[in-house]
C-alpha cells in the first residue's frame, strides 16, 4: 500500500454571539502601531535609537491617550525596563532585562504575561492597558535593539481585545470525502449555502510528492464572488519548499499535520473549496471538513482572504507582502519562505506596513519581524505566535510565519502597503520569497492567483559547528545483516533532498555512523519515519536532533526508519564544545562526594516535542562534563 502523508487546513471560528448581515470595516479611530530602533534614516543601524534620552534615561515610547501595549522584543535585553501608565509616578513594571527572568508587576488585570527567549532575543507579550497616556523607559542599556507594540485611539483596548477573542482557536467536528482531481482539471470538494462558517478542512494527497503539492492549488470562494479570496499552491500554504513543517504553532503547522492553518472563514450565503491540479498526474484527495453556525466573526473580522506573492528580489524594490487599496481590511499574518546568498544579508531586511499612507509599523530586520534575532543565533524554532521552523542550507533557506493574533492585528480603512525588505538597503538581489498574507475583508475579495511554485536550486546542507553525513554517502559495507539501503532522487519525496538524494531502508539493523574522536555529540537527522536514538518520529524536511550522547572515536549506530515512504535526507553530528582557555571544573581534584559527571544528564538530552529540533532544553556544561556532588 502507497503511503500517505496528511496536509491540513484548519480553520476556526470567533465568539458564539449574534451574526449582522454583512462585514464592517474596522473604525478608523483605533490603530496598531510600533515604535522601534529601526534607522530613522532608512540605513541598517537599526539600534540606540530613542525619543529622547535624559538622566541614563532613554524612552523607548511616550505615547498620549489611551490604549494598550501588546508586545516588546528585544535582539540584546540589557538595562532597566520602566513602564508608567496614566501619569503615575511609579512605574507599574520594572524589569531588569539581563538578570530577571520576567517582568516585576504582576500580571496586569489578571492576563498571565507571556515571556520567551526562543528565538534568539527576548520576547514579552504584555496587556497594559492606559487611560491618560504611557511612557516606556529604559536606564543603563547599551544601544538597545527593540520594538514596542501597541494599540491606541478611542476604544482601541476594546477593539484590538474583540479581534484577538475573534482569533482564537476552537476546534470542530469532521465529515470527510474522497475526490480524483484529473490532470489539469479543477474539483468542488465542497460547496455550502446559507449562512455559516468554516472550521476546518483536512486534505490527505494519494500520491504525496512535493511536485504534486505544487502542483495542487486551494481555492475558496465566498458569497459567490467572481472569483476565490484563496488561490494558493498547497506547497505554499504549507511552506513546504523545504520540507514538511510541524510545529506548535495552531495557525501553520501543528504534531500530526502537514498544513494546520487556523483562521475563522465565515460566509453569508455560499462558500465553494475547490482543488485545481495544474499538473500531468491525477491526483486523488480526501478531505475532511468541519463547519459551524455564522457568529459575529463576519462583522469582526470580515470574510477570509490568503494573497501570495512570488519573485526574486530586485534591486532597490522591497518585496511586497500585500498591496491592496480602495478597501478596508485587517492584516493578521504572513509566512515566508526565502532562499538567499550563503552570507544571509538578504535577513538584514526589514518589514514595512503603511496603512491609510500612514507609517505604522517600521521593523528592524527580517529574523527580528518572526520574533527572532541574530540571523536565528538559536537555531530553528516554532511559538504560538511566530517561528522559522525550517533552516537549510547554512540558514540561506528559510521557513517562517508571524501571527498577528494577539492584539497586534493591524487595520486600515482604504489601503494597506505591506513590504519586507531583502537587505540592509535592498541590496541582495537574486534572493528568492515565496510569501502569502493573511488578511480580512468586509466583502469577499478577488485574489490574484498566486504564481506557480517551482523547484528551488540543489543545495548541500552546512550548519554551524556540524559534520554533515549525507544519507547516500554510507557505506553500504557498514550496514549490518537484514538492512538494506537505496538511493533515491528526491523527485519523488515530499521534501527536497540535500545533494538531490536520500537514502530510503529496508529490513531490520542499524547503520554505523563515523565518530572523529571521543566526546559528547550531538546527533541529528533530517529525513521521514522513526529513527531510534532513541526513537523520534521525524516529519518530511524537517531537521530534528535526537540527543546528545558520549560517544568514543570509531562509529555509532543508528537505526534508521525502515516503514514505507521513510527516508533519511542526512545525519550530523556536533561535539559540544569546551569554552576557550577555561579550566574545566571535570578535570579539578575532588573528593568528599563530588564526582565526574561524564554523560550529558538526562535532563539536557533533546525532548522527542522539541519544536525545530534546533536546541537543547537545557544548557549543555561546557565539554559535556561537569562536577556532581
Given amino acids: 500500500m502507497r503511503a500517505t502523508r496528511w496536509l491540513t487546513l484548519l480553520t476556526f471560528c470567533a465568539l458564539a454571539v449574534s451574526a449582522p448581515l454583512v462585514g464592517q470595516p474596522p473604525p478608523a479611530a483605533w490603530q496598531a502601531r510600533m515604535a522601534s530602533s529601526a534607522d530613522p534614516s532608512g540605513g541598517n543601524d537599526d539600534r540606540g535609537h530613542y525619543v529622547r534620552v535624559t538622566d541614563g534615561r532613554a524612552v523607548l515610547a511616550d505615547l498620549p491617550g489611551s490604549g494598550v501595549i501588546t508586545r516588546f522584543w528585544t535582539a540584546n535585553p540589557n538595562g532597566v525596563l520602566r513602564v508608567y501608565l496614566d501619569g503615575a509616578d511609579e512605574p507599574a513594571i520594572v524589569w531588569d532585562l539581563a538578570r530577571e527572568a520576567a517582568p516585576k508587576g504582576g500580571a496586569p488585570q489578571g492576563r498571565e504575561a507571556e515571556v520567551s527567549r ?39 483596548e476594546r477593539q484590538a481585545a474583540a479581534r484577538r477573542d475573534a482569533l482564537a482557536v476552537k476546534a470542530g467536528a469532521y465529515t470527510s470525502a474522497a475526490t ?69 504553532a495552531a495557525r501553520a503547522w501543528s504534531p500530526g499535520t502537514a498544513l494546520d492553518l487556523a483562521w475563522p472563514m465565515p460566509y453569508q450565503h455560499s462558500a465553494r473549496l475547490a482543488i485545481a491540479n495544474t499538473g500531468a498526474v491525477p491526483v486523488t484527495v480526501n478531505s475532511e471538513l468541519a463547519a459551524a453556525p455564522l457568529d459575529d466573526a463576519l462583522t469582526t473580522l470580515g470574510y477570509f482572504c490568503a494573497t501570495g506573492h512570488a519573485a526574486t528580489t530586485v534591486a532597490d524594490q522591497s518585496h511586497p507582502l500585500l498591496k491592496v487599496s480602495g478597501t478596508a481590511g485587517l492584516f493578521v499574518g504572513a509566512s515566508a519562505l526565502m532562499a538567499g546568498s550563503s552570507d544571509v544579508k538578504f535577513l538584514e531586511g526589514d518589514e514595512l506596513f503603511v496603512a491609510d499612507g500612514q507609517t505604522v509599523w517600521a521593523g528592524t530586520g527580517t529574523e527580528d519581524y518572526f520574533d527572532s534575532a541574530w540571523f536565528f543565533r538559536d537555531g530553528a524554532f516554532g511559538a504560538a505566535h511566530a517561528g522559522a521552523p525550517l533552516l537549510l542550507a547554512g540558514k540561506s533557506r ?16 482604504q489601503s494597506l502597503e505591506a513590504t519586507l525588505e531583502h537587505g540592509p538597503v535592498n541590496d541582495t538581489a537574486g534572493a528568492r520569497y515565496r510569501t502569502v498574507a493573511y488578511w480580512y475583508c468586509p466583502r469577499p475579495y478577488v485574489s490574484d492567483p498566486m504564481p506557480a511554485a517551482q523547484p528551488l536550486e540543489p543545495f548541500t546542507e552546512t550548519m554551524d559547528g556540524a559534520r554533515i553525513i549525507e544519507a547516500e554517502s554510507l557505506d553500504t559495507a557498514a550496514l549490518q545483516a537484514g538492512l538494506l539501503a537505496e538511493v533515491v532522487d528526491d523527485a519523488n519525496l515530499t521534501y527536497q533532498a540535500s545533494g538531490g538524494r536520500a537514502a530510503v531502508y529496508t529490513g531490520g539493523g542499524t547503520v554505523a555512523l563515523p565518530v572523529p574522536h571521543t566526546g559528547v555529540w550531538e546527533i541529528g537527522v533530517r529525513g521521514v519515519g522513526t529513527a531510534s536514538l532513541p526513537d523520534l518520529e521525524l516529519h518530511p524536511g524537517r531537521p530534528a536532533a535526537l540527543g546528545y550522547a558520549r560517544l568514543d572515536g570509531g562509529t555509532v549506530s543508528l537505526r534508521p526508519p525502515t516503514a514505507a515512504g521513510s527516508s533519511i535526507d542526512f545525519v550530523w553530528l556536533r561535539e559540544v564544545a569546551k569554552v576557550r582557555d577555561a579550566l574545566e571544573a571535570e578535570d579539578l581534584p575532588h573528593e568528599g562526594g563530588w564526582q565526574v559527571v561524564t554523560e550529558a544528564p538526562a535532563g539536557l538530552a533533546r525532548a522527542a516535542a522539541l519544536i525545530g529540533g534546533a536546541v537543547a532544553t537545557e544548557p549543555l556544561p561546557s565539554g559535556g562534563g561537569a562536577l556532581e556532588f
Avoid at 123 to 148: F, H, I, K, S
Avoid at 205 to 222: E, H, Q, Y
Avoid at 227 to 234: E, H, K, N, T, Y
Avoid at 398 to 413: E, K, L, M, N, T
Fill in 118 to 156: 526562543l528565538g534568539g532575543g527576548l520576547l514579552w507579550w504584555p496587556w497594559l492597558t492606559y487611560r491618560l497616556g504611557a511612557r516606556v523607559e529604559v536606564e543603563g542599556a547599551q544601544q538597545l535593539y527593540y520594538q514596542l507594540n501597541y494599540v491606541d485611539g478611542h476604544d482601541a
Fill in 180 to 248: 480524483t482531481v484529473s490532470a489539469r482539471g479543477e474539483t468542488v470538494i465542497a460547496a455550502r449555502n446559507g449562512a455559516g462558517q468554516l472550521t476546518g478542512l483536512r486534505l490527505r494527497l494519494t500520491p504525496d510528492s512535493l511536485a504534486l503539492r505544487r502542483a495542487l492549488r486551494l481555492r475558496l470562494t465566498w458569497d459567490g464572488a467572481p472569483g476565490p479570496s484563496v488561490d494558493i499552491p498547497l506547497a505554499d500554504l504549507a511552506q513546504a519548499d523545504l520540507g514538511q513543517l510541524q510545529v506548535a
Fill in 398 to 413: 528559510v521557513a517562517a510565519y508571524r501571527w498577528h493574533d494577539a492584539g497586534d492585528a493591524i487595520p486600515f480603512r
